[in-house]
C-alpha cells in the first residue's frame, strides 16, 4: 500500500460479527449478571485441583506433565527468537490531507491534579488541530475536575467536554460508550488522566492502521516514577516484560493485547464488537478477546511510548493487580467456546492457551501441588511447568530492558546494571503468583462488583486507590 494511504472499507474480513454471536450463538453469561462467572469458576478450580491430585497419584504423572511442558518450551523458544515486526514511518508532512480523523478519549472521575496538564498536552499535539479531537468524559466528579474542564474548554478548539449524571453506570466502559456516537474519529485514542506522550505520537503510531487487517494499536507503558521505590522500579521492569511478550508474540502470529492507557482502536473494528463491555472490569482485556474473535488484529508500537503514574505503595499495587488479574481471567470464562472453537485460528489460539495455562492454571495448581508433596515427601509434580514459568519471564525481563535502553553497542557497565534490574523485577513479580492463586479461588466464591476502580493520581507519584 502507498505511503500514508488510507483503506476506504475493510472488506477483507468474512466472519460474522462478534455481537450478534455473544448474543445468539454464545449465550454467554456475560450477559446475565456475575453469577455465570462465579460457577464457571468454581468448576474450572475445582478440575485444576482434582487434576493436580490426581496426577500425584498417577505412576505415570510426571512424565505427562514433563511431555506438556516440552511442548510448551517448544513454544517458548519461538517466541524467544522471533524478530519484532517493523513499525512504519511516521507520516510525512508532505500529505496532511490523507492523514485520517482522529478522537483521543480519556475518561476523567476526580483527576483535578492532572487534567490540566493532559488537555494542554493533547491540544497541542504534533497533528493537524482540523484532524483530531479531545473528549475528556467527567464521570460526574466531585473534585475541581468539571471547573477545570469548563475552563479549558474556551481555550482549546479541539477540546469537547461530556459530564455524566450520577446516575450514569458502566464505569469507565460506560463513559467511552456514551461519548462513542458524538466521537467523528476513524480511528480512537483512548488515554487515561496521568498520560504523558510525545507531540510526535500521533504521526508515529497511526501508520500501522494502513494495514486493514489491524483493529486496535497498544503502545509501550512506561513508568514515569520509576525512580521513587521499589515497588515503581518492579512496575519498569515489568512494563519492559510486557514489551518484550507483545512484540514477540505478534512476530509468531499470537495475540497482541490492549492495556487501556495508550491504546488506538479502528472505530469500524470496536463497533462489529459491540463497543466497550460495560460487564467487566477491565474494558482493555476484555476488548482485546472480542477483536482477535472477530478477526482482527493488533499491533504493538515500542516507541513512543505512553508514560504513566505507577502506584508507589503495596496495598494499591495488591488492589490493581487483583482487578487486572480478575478482569484477564474473566475473559477467558465468558468467551471460552469461542476461544475453544479455534476462531481466532490456531496460531493465536495456541499462543492464548499456552500463556493462559503459565499465567493462570498453574498459580492455582501450585496449592494443591505443595500440599500433596508435603504429604508424600517428594518434589512438587509441577515443578518442570514451575522452571519454564520463571525462566521465559526472566529471559523476557532481560531483554525487554536492554531494548527499552536502546543502546546498539554492548556495555559492561550496561549489562551489570540490566541484570541487576532483571533480578529485583524478577523478585517484584513474585507478588503475581499470590494475585493469580488468590484471584481464581476468590473468583469461584465472590466475585468483585461491577464499578470503576480506579488509581487516583496526584501528579507526584504518590496515590491512593478509590473503589
Not at 16 to 21: H, K, N, Q, T, V
Not at 170 to 187: F, T, W, Y
Given at each position: 500500500m502507498p505511503?500514508?494511504?488510507?483503506?476506504?472499507k475493510d472488506s477483507y474480513r468474512e466472519l460474522?460479527?462478534?455481537?450478534?454471536?455473544l448474543s445468539d450463538d454464545l449465550e454467554s453469561d456475560l450477559f446475565r449478571g456475575l453469577g455465570g462467572r462465579r460457577r464457571k469458576a468454581a468448576v474450572v478450580l475445582t478440575i485444576i485441583w482434582s487434576s493436580t491430585l490426581a496426577l500425584h497419584l498417577l505412576?505415570?504423572?510426571?512424565?505427562l506433565i514433563l511431555g506438556l511442558t516440552g511442548l510448551l518450551w517448544i513454544q517458548a523458544l519461538r517466541v524467544l527468537f522471533a524478530?519484532?515486526?517493523?513499525?512504519?514511518?511516521?507520516y510525512s508532512f508532505e500529505k496532511k490531507s490523507d492523514w485520517p480523523y482522529v478522537s483521543l478519549l480519556v475518561a476523567a472521575k476526580n483527576e483535578e491534579a492532572v487534567i490540566s496538564n493532559l488537555v494542554r498536552m493533547l491540544c497541542n499535539l504534533d497533528y493537524p488541530a482540523k484532524r483530531y479531537e479531545l473528549w475528556v468524559i467527567d464521570d460526574y466528579s466531585?473534585?475541581?475536575?468539571?471547573?477545570?474542564?469548563?475552563?479549558?474548554?474556551?481555550?482549546?478548539?479541539?477540546?469537547?467536554?461530556?459530564?455524566?449524571?450520577?446516575?450514569?453506570?458502566?464505569?469507565?466502559?460506560?463513559?467511552?460508550?456514551?461519548?462513542?456516537?458524538?466521537?467523528?474519529?476513524?480511528?480512537l485514542v483512548v488515554f487515561d488522566a496521568d498520560a504523558q506522550v510525545t507531540p510526535d505520537f500521533l504521526r508515529r503510531v497511526l501508520p500501522c492502521f494502513q494495514r486493514e487487517q489491524v483493529g486496535a494499536v497498544q503502545v509501550r507503558k512506561a513508568i514515569a516514577n520509576a525512580s521513587v521505590n521499589f515497588w515503581t522500579r518492579g512496575q519498569m521492569a515489568e512494563m519492559a516484560l510486557d514489551t518484550y511478550f507483545q512484540q514477540q508474540r505478534i512476530?509468531?502470529?499470537?495475540?497482541?493485547?490492549?492495556?487501556?492507557?495508550?491504546?488506538?482502536?479502528?472505530?469500524?473494528?470496536?463497533?462489529?464488537?459491540?463497543?466497550?463491555?460495560?460487564?467487566?472490569?477491565?474494558?482493555?482485556?476484555?476488548?482485546?478477546?472480542?477483536?482477535?474473535?472477530?478477526?482482527?488484529?493488533?499491533?504493538?508500537?515500542?516507541?513512543?511510548?505512553?508514560?504513566?503514574?505507577g502506584v508507589t505503595k503495596a496495598l494499591a499495587l495488591w488492589h490493581q493487580r487483583n482487578r487486572w488479574a480478575e478482569g484477564g481471567y474473566q475473559r477467558y470464562l465468558d468467551y471460552w467456546r469461542l476461544i475453544a472453537?479455534?476462531?481466532?485460528?490456531?496460531?493465536?489460539?495456541?499462543?492464548?492457551?499456552?500463556?493462559?495455562?503459565?499465567?493462570?492454571?498453574?498459580?492455582?495448581?501450585?496449592?494443591?501441588?505443595?500440599?500433596?508433596?508435603?504429604?508424600?515427601?517428594?518434589?512438587?509434580?509441577?515443578?518442570?511447568?514451575?522452571?519454564?514459568?520463571?525462566?521465559?519471564?526472566?529471559?523476557?525481563?532481560?531483554?525487554?530492558?536492554?531494548?527499552?535502553?536502546?543502546?546498539k553497542k554492548f556495555r559492561v557497565s550496561t549489562f551489570l546494571a540490566t541484570s541487576v534490574q532483571t533480578i529485583r523485577g524478577t523478585f517484584y513479580?513474585?507478588?503475581?503468583?499470590?494475585?493469580?492463586?488468590?484471584?481464581?479461588?476468590r473468583m469461584s466464591v465472590r466475585p468483585k462488583r461491577l464499578k470503576w476502580v480506579k488509581t487516583v493520581h496526584q501528579g507526584t507519584g504518590e496515590e491512593s486507590f478509590e473503589f
Open positions: 505511503e500514508n494511504s488510507w483503506p476506504e460474522e460479527p462478534i455481537d450478534s454471536l505412576s505415570w504423572g510426571f512424565w524478530r519484532p515486526i517493523p513499525v512504519p514511518e511516521p466531585t473534585d475541581q475536575t468539571p471547573v477545570l474542564l469548563d475552563q479549558l474548554v474556551g481555550e482549546y478548539e479541539q477540546l469537547n467536554v461530556l459530564h455524566r449524571s450520577a446516575g450514569a453506570g458502566g464505569g469507565k466502559s460506560g463513559a467511552l460508550n456514551q461519548v462513542l456516537p458524538l466521537a467523528k474519529g476513524e480511528i512476530a509468531i502470529g499470537g495475540i497482541g493485547e490492549l492495556r487501556g492507557n495508550g491504546q488506538l482502536v479502528r472505530r469500524a473494528a470496536l463497533e462489529s464488537c459491540g463497543g466497550w463491555n460495560e460487564e467487566t472490569i477491565t474494558d482493555d482485556l476484555d476488548l482485546t478477546i472480542r477483536l482477535h474473535l472477530d478477526g482482527w488484529d493488533i499491533d504493538f508500537v515500542e516507541v513512543p511510548a505512553v508514560e504513566e503514574e472453537s479455534n476462531r481466532m485460528g490456531t496460531k493465536k489460539t495456541l499462543d492464548l492457551l499456552s500463556f493462559m495455562l503459565i499465567q493462570y492454571l498453574l498459580p492455582a495448581a501450585a496449592v494443591p501441588d505443595l500440599l500433596m508433596a508435603i504429604a508424600r515427601n517428594h518434589p512438587p509434580m509441577l515443578s518442570p511447568l514451575t522452571g519454564l514459568g520463571f525462566t521465559l519471564p526472566f529471559l523476557g525481563m532481560f531483554i525487554g530492558l536492554r531494548r527499552t535502553r536502546r543502546e513479580m513474585l507478588h503475581w503468583l499470590l494475585v493469580m492463586a488468590s484471584t481464581t479461588a
